[in-house]
């Protein structure tokens, strides 16, 4: 069909956020990208392979196809964990178009009314707005604490509500009491002084990882960094860009952008690894023509996620023991879609006492996936048993990652599958390592 003939025709990808045609057409369909794509290793099915795909977006950009319920749902079941690219020789950029289809999608198929009110409550009125997740964990915190949660655990009743409701409420993580977050301290440098950083809170990350947070902190420092974790920023936007609500996702990134850039830093350092590779995209995001365009361009070159950052200084090794067998899980969008995967594994391979296993298929997706493992639960559980099957053959005392949903997801895998061990981020574990050193001086 040539050019003219698909503009003649009505298709659903028209508007000004569709993929474009040069995109679109770029896949040659060698299938190299098959047996990378976690939905086509479980299912075997074309449809939910990344050629079938993008072979339903040319079918929809050419008019052949309607979006339809049924082929939304061949999109929705992936994990946009772009181990496609990776794999493609002819440079599809999957991510991208994907985020686009979704937009799309979103417009043609909105969903049910309990799809449409779970997008809305997430994606407009949670995730935009820190100080309201902050609530709602101080409120979970609470529930925990009180007997609540074990109660209602004890009682199964979850376990008449659809999907894995029971599952998720029964491996929710636990708050801590501290909650990480902006503020116009300085954490200053130790040691030599080489310059000054800012560290992206976020929105997940601060309300239960606070040790992470606090770990990357002092390991910056200890590498000679003032830290400042600027006020002003908010989440990246990623689960929004992600899900197809760009709109506010765009809106998102220039308050960070705004927020960062004010405060001049060295670099941007992001410890979640979803976090760094959407704000490395930023000028994706940004509409041409903007003028948030060259800030956003600015504001791109200067992020880095903490374990890229981390090897590229004369950096300070791990100093005191940690007598521990480690395995990597790689978080996708760090091994994928920032292409970082020797950083992580050399900060390891620096503490003493650490013997660092890998494990089989470390870098295919754990089925956390941001929003999928609530949207997509049936499949994000098929996944996490086949990691739960690596990480036993594995038998590490610890699963090292970097990135929120990676640490929950696997945490779950161990507990449901009753094996020892713990999660953590990379950074914890150095910053362990800098603390046991400083302890036995
Ligand atoms: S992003 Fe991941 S799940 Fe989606 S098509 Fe590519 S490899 Fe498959
Ligand atoms: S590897 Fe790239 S070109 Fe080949 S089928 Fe997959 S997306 Fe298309």
């Known amino acids: 069909m040539t050019q003219k003939e698909r503009m003649l025709t009505a298709s659903d990808f028209m508007g000004a956020e569709a993929p474009s045609e040069d995109d679109l057409y770029k896949c040659v369909h060698c299938g190299l990208c098959l047996n990378v794509c976690p939905t086509y290793l479980e299912t075997g099915l074309e449809t939910e392979s990344p050629r079938g795909r993008i072979y339903l977006m040319r079918a929809v950009n050419e008019g052949r196809v309607k979006i339809t319920e049924a082929v939304n749902s061949h999109w929705s079941l992936c994990l946009e964990c772009r181990a ?200 994706l995001l940004i509409e041409e023509g903007s003028p948030y365009a060259e800030k956003a361009e600015r504001f791109v070159a200067l992020v880095k996620d903490v374990n890229e950052f981390l090897v590229t200084l004369p950096f300070q090794e791990g100093l005191g023991e940690i007598k521990a067998r480690v395995t990597y899980q790689d978080p996708c969008h760090l091994a994928h879609a920032q292409r970082i995967t020797k950083a992580p594994r050399e900060l390891l391979k620096t503490i003493p006492g650490v013997e660092l296993v890998e494990m089989e298929e470390a870098s295919v997706c754990c089925g956390a996936a941001g929003s999928y493992s609530v949207t997509q639960q049936a499949f994000s559980q098929r996944l996490m048993k086949r990691k739960t099957a690596h990480l036993a053959e594995a038998g590490a005392d610890v699963v090292a990652t970097a990135n929120p949903g990676c640490l929950i997801q696997l945490q779950t895998a161990l507990n449901n599958a009753d094996l020892p061990g713990r999660v953590c981020h990379v950074v914890e574990l150095l910053d362990e390592s800098y603390r046991a050193g400083v302890s036995s001086e």
Request: some cysteine; glycine content about 8%.
């Open 84 to 283: 496609c690219e990776v794999a493609c020789p002819s440079g599809v950029p999957y991510g991208h178009m994907m985020e686009l289809t979704r937009t799309q999608a979103l417009r043609r198929q909105p969903g049910s009314f309990s799809t449409r009110l779970f997008r809305w409550i997430t994606f407009r009125q949670l995730l935009p707005h820190q100080g309201r997740l902050v609530l709602l964990a101080r409120l979970a915190r609470i529930y925990q604490r009180s007997g609540l949660k074990s109660l209602v655990s004890r009682s199964k009743a979850l376990r008449l509500l659809p999907g894995n409701v029971d599952m998720l409420h029964d491996n929710q993580p636990t708050i801590p009491a501290e909650i990480f977050g902006p503020s116009s301290a300085v954490y200053p440098a130790l040691g030599e002084r080489k310059g000054r950083v800012a560290l992206l809170s976020g929105c997940i990350m601060p309300l239960i990882y606070t040790d992470a947070m606090n770990a990357t902190v002092r390991v910056l420092q200890h590498n000679g960094y003032d830290v400042v974790v600027p006020m002003g920023q908010g989440c990246c936007g990623a689960l929004n860009a992600h899900a197809g609500v760009r709109d506010e996702a765009r809106a998102m990134a220039k308050r960070n952008i705004d927020a960062f850039l004010a405060y001049e830093p060295d670099a941007i350092i992001v410890n979640s690894a979803g976090c760094g590779s959407t704000m490395k995209e930023y000028t």
